[in-house]
Structure formats: C-alpha cells, structure tokens
Nanobody, 123 residues
Framework: QVQLVESGGGSVQAGGSLRLSCVASSFLASMGWFRQVPGKEREGVAGIDPFGRATYTDSVKGRFTISKDYAKNTLYLQMSSLKPEDTGLYYC????????????????????WGQGTQVTVSS
C-alpha cells in the first residue's frame, strides 16, 4: 500500500504561480498529477516515467513542470502563468511502469491516489 499526501494548493490570481507537493510513502515507477472540476471527468495533467521523461497535457505545456525528489520521496508540480481554467482539485497518483503500454496521462496507469489539493485561480 502506498500513501500519497498532497499539499500546496490555494487561491491565486491569474498569472500567478503555485507549487504542489506530494509526499509518497514510497515512489512507484510511474507518478503523475491529475485534476478534476465538478461535473467533469478527471484529467491527466502531467506524468513522469522512471527515466525522468515528462508528459504534459497540451493546455499546460510550457507553464507546468513535474519533477521528483527521490531523497524526499516527493513529487512536485510547479505551476506558472496560471489561468482560471486551471482551477480544480489536483490529485497525485502512483503506479507501475508498463513499458510500451505506458500511457502517462491515463487514469488506468495508476494504482494509488492521494486525497487531492484544491487550486483556485481567479481572473
């Protein structure tokens, strides 16, 4: 069993920045960030594979950066130039790496999920 605890969410004005953190009881090979707004499906935002290769959904490319600190067992999501449409509940996720079948922004890739941290961006 892997525990994931997110933090760092909050309210910010458009154009601002936030850094989300996810402390994991242990890292798994695939780690990712998802977000969800009421009435919509959970969306993959960023994923990072065991080789450090990152994948981002198109809407956040150039603004968000996913990274891992193995010494602290912590996954980060640095978010800059935030927009109101970035508002949502952000989840950290962890799962195995399946090589050729690895889909970093798919929920099916991940086995463990955190409770989420709320990000609200006002215009």
């Amino acid at each position: 069993q892997v525990q994931l605890v997110e933090s760092g969410g909050g309210s910010v004005q458009a154009g601002g920045s936030l850094r989300l953190s996810c402390v994991a009881s242990s890292f798994l090979a695939s780690m990712g960030w998802f977000r969800q707004v009421p009435g919509k499906e959970r969306e993959g935002v960023a994923g990072i594979d065991p080789f450090g290769r990152a994948t981002y959904t198109d809407s956040v490319k150039g603004r968000f950066t996913i990274s891992k600190d193995y010494a602290k067992n912590t996954l980060y999501l640095q978010m800059s130039s935030l927009k109101p449409e970035d508002t949502g509940l952000y989840y950290c996720a962890a799962g195995p790496y399946s090589g050729g079948r690895y889909v970093p922004l798919s929920e099916r890739t991940y086995t463990y999920w955190g409770q989420g941290t709320q990000v609200t961006v006002s215009s």
